[in-house]
């Protein structure tokens, strides 16, 4: 009993790029105004056409009935956007969806909350906000209550609720509503571990239960284990579905460029524009500066290596990279403003190589990312993780440590060695 | 500009480069479409618990933080029709077609308090609950209708006000009073088609939310809400009843209060009127729903 529970059919969705201002309403007087203008263009045939892009494009695939299809890209990719035509909150410019079955999305815990109310008045409108008939959230009114462990702040308006409380009840509303089809975007996003755990558990119930899930999250780990298929899209554009998890989320990190040349990051020269620090070179290098070649032992020591142009300095500037491990969990962030104020490197104007060591005996054996990160502190993101920062990748193996006990890949992330010594 | 078609359970039909099908027809196909859609009645149906819930909602917050709740309600059109009744009916001597004048007043301030009120809470409606716009699917039209329905419950309140002020003025009620439901439903018409425009548009050009408030002033005062029809002018009553709240608000007086006569030209033209907004306020709102979560 496999029918289709989902077919997409060379959907896409085209924006217009707003320019003017960040809103994106209108106002009467800016349309009568631009008329003439737009009039005058038009009729010389020059129509200033507003500038589109593509959330979305030629997406087709098939999701069968109670599968568990994860959704992976980086921001801007397109997966809200697909979930948004799927769940009918906007719609496609191009192409179809056959959807079989009734659809509930979760695609932000809380919708439909309003704080004056209780907590009893709140469940009833968000479930039927999430299009519940009333005598259905009646019936399950106590289970409900009972998951989010509420019951005796029911009548209290939900504004005097903690902050998880509120997220426990809101969650389980949406939790509780009986679609075949279950849409959920990055909801494990919120709360505590607790809580996030127990949300992870209820979708594994659901998707147990034979029901369809597509299931958008940046936590790599939940895809890969609830997750029966998984979709990856760039830039809009499906670049791999298939059964294999593992690999779809191993392209989604590393990219499709092969290992050799991906400890290097090159800039074309338009990319990252802009006056302060526009990033040129990104490797992974030897006390030299040359490119180390990949695979790495554990016992080189070697240098993240960044060359940038610099017209014009800024004070606070941060440079720096973030670490992922393969499953996508941070290692850690390291900032060349990391040290006392006095102590930082200053960037002079013109090309600037700068390098952070990591040392020996550090990371444990297997196939890392590095983000190069780049920031006017406070101000905003130059190079912003998961955004838009330039990336390459490092694979270690071998040459873990020179103990006898430890030839192979030790467990845990990480594989220093430090000293150790009896004081008693 | 394309538009989400949202037929439910039809068959795809045939398509012959598909592979095999099942057996049973998609619940829903979502895909662009061209052309103009009127409301999905059969959908705005199986979502009417929602459209209760919002209402109650909105009555709900409106007073929920004030010391006198519901009498405001109450208070604010009962002050209104007497600073009117002294004003127009005891220092200006107005004609009130035989009744005291604060009746008089009341019976067309409550229409016109419904009808103004409605287009001011559902051409916002929109706006103030874009989050669950930008979040959800349900029909968008409920959202205008449950600021329309919140505010009929305000009605029913003013409407039991009225009441108790015959019996103190001691005005007796006739059968006329069986037609108030059809007034009712016609000044509803109204309100709803105007409210659907309204908050369409809202969506594009919040101007319409600045203007609103002026415009209603202006037309409560071309309306015979505080004054008779019969001040008007012989020359000028035809252009007067074009006006398509005359209508209604006549047909309140006429009904709660036993005076005056029914004008059925002007009482059709008011039903052609308030039907057409409604008929071309839905397709528009369907027309422009589309892109609402875009835009929002």
Redesign the interface.
């Known amino acids: 009993m496999s029918?289709?529970a989902i077919?997409v059919e060379g959907l896409g969705k085209k924006?217009r790029l707003v320019h003017r201002s960040l809103r994106?309403?209108?106002?009467?007087?800016e349309?009568l105004l631009g008329l003439p203008r737009r009039v005058w263009s038009a009729a010389r045939g020059l129509g200033a056409q507003p500038e589109t892009f593509w959330a979305l494009k030629d997406v087709s695939f098939e999701v069968s009935e109670g599968q568990v299809l994860g959704i992976v890209g980086r921001n801007g990719a397109g997966k809200s956007t697909l979930l948004?035509?799927?769940?009918?909150?906007?719609?496609?410019?191009?192409?179809?969806?056959?959807?079989?079955?009734?659809?509930g999305?979760l695609?932000?815990v809380g919708?439909?909350f309003?704080a004056?109310?209780t907590g009893r008045?709140n469940t009833?409108?968000s479930g039927?906000?999430?299009?519940m008939?009333?005598s259905e959230i009646q019936r399950r009114f106590d289970e409900i209550v009972a998951f989010a462990e509420v019951e005796k702040f029911l009548d209290t308006p939900v504004k005097h609720y903690s902050s998880g409380m509120y997220m426990r009840l809101a969650f389980s509303v949406a939790a509780h509503l009986d679609p075949e089809i279950l849409l959920v975007d990055e909801v494990l996003a919120v709360g505590d571990a607790a809580f996030q755990r127990k949300c992870l558990g209820k979708i594994q119930e659901v998707a147990k239960g034979g029901r369809t899930v597509l299931f958008v999250s940046h936590n790599l780990n939940a895809i890969e284990e609830l997750c029966q298929a998984a979709l990856l899209l760039e830039a809009g554009q499906l670049r791999l579905l298939d059964r294999d998890v593992r690999l779809v989320l191993k392209r989604y990190l590393f990219g499709e460029q092969q290992t050799s040349n991906a400890a290097e990051w090159h800039n074309s020269g338009t990319e990252h524009r802009n006056p302060w620090f526009q990033p040129m070179r990104f490797v992974i290098a030897d006390q030299h500066g040359q490119r180390h070649s990949l695979p790495l032992s554990n016992s080189d020591e070697f240098y993240v290596q960044v060359e940038a142009d610099v017209s014009q300095p800024y004070p606070a500037l941060h440079v720096g990279y973030a670490i992922y491990a393969e499953d996508g969990t941070l290692l850690y962030w390291s900032f060349q403003t990391d040290v006392p104020e006095p102590d930082w490197p200053t960037l002079h104007v013109g090309r600037c190589v700068l390098r952070c060591r990591v040392p020996a005996h550090l990371l444990n054996e297997g196939t890392y990312r590095l983000e190069l990160l780049a920031s006017l502190h406070f101000r905003k993101w130059l190079l912003e993780p998961g955004v838009n920062a330039p990336q390459v990748s490092l694979i270690i193996r071998g040459g873990l440590s020179d103990s006898p006990s430890w030839m192979a890949k030790r467990p845990g992330l990480l594989a220093p060695v430090s000293p150790w010594t009896v004081i008693r | 500009m394309s538009e989400l078609n949202v037929v439910e359970t039809r068959p795809p039909g045939v398509n012959a480069e598909s592979a095999p099908r099942p057996e049973r027809p998609p619940y829903v196909v979502i895909q662009p479409a061209r052309g103009w859609h009127l409301m999905a009645w059969r959908e705005l149906w199986s979502y009417r618990d929602l459209l209760w819930l919002l209402a109650g909602r909105d009555v709900k917050l409106r007073y929920k933080q004030t010391a006198l709740g519901l009498i405001w309600v109450v208070l604010q059109p009962l002050v209104a029709a007497l600073i009117f009744a002294v004003i127009f009916g005891h220092f200006g001597k107005l004609p009130s077609d035989g009744s005291p004048y604060v009746l008089f007043v009341f019976a067309g301030l409550m229409p016109w308090n419904y009808f103004a009120g409605a287009l001011q809470r559902a051409g916002n409606s929109l706006v103030v609950d874009s989050n669950l716009i930008r979040r959800v699917y349900f029909p968008r039209e409920i959202l205008p209708l449950a600021s329309t329905a919140a505010m009929l419950i305000d009605f029913a309140v003013t409407l039991a006000v009225f009441f108790a002020l015959m019996l103190i003025y001691q005005v007796p009620l006739t059968w006329r009073l069986l037609a108030l439901p059809a007034f009712l439903l016609l000044t509803t018409i109204m309100a709803l088609g105007a409210s659907l425009w309204l908050s369409a548009l809202n969506v594009q050009y919040r101007d319409f939310m600045y203007a609103l408030p002026f415009l209603l002033q202006v037309w409560m005062y071309a309306s015979p809400v505080v004054y008779a029809t019969s001040i008007i002018p012989k020359a000028w009553q035809g252009l007067f009843s074009l006006n398509p709240a005359v209508g209604f608000i006549e047909g309140f007086r006429w009904s709660l209060l036993g005076t005056g006569t029914l004008d059925l030209t002007m009482l059709f033209a008011a039903c052609v009127v308030g039907l057409l907004t409604l008929v071309s306020g839905a397709y528009v709102f369907r027309r422009i729903e589309r892109t609402f979560a875009d835009v929002l």
């Open positions: 029918g289709v077919r924006y994106n309403y209108r106002t009467l007087q349309d948004k035509i799927l769940s009918r909150i906007t719609d496609p410019t191009l192409g179809r969806a056959q959807i079989y079955g009734r659809v999305s695609l932000e919708t439909g309003h004056e109310l008045e009833f409108l039927a906000i999430l299009g008939r009333h």
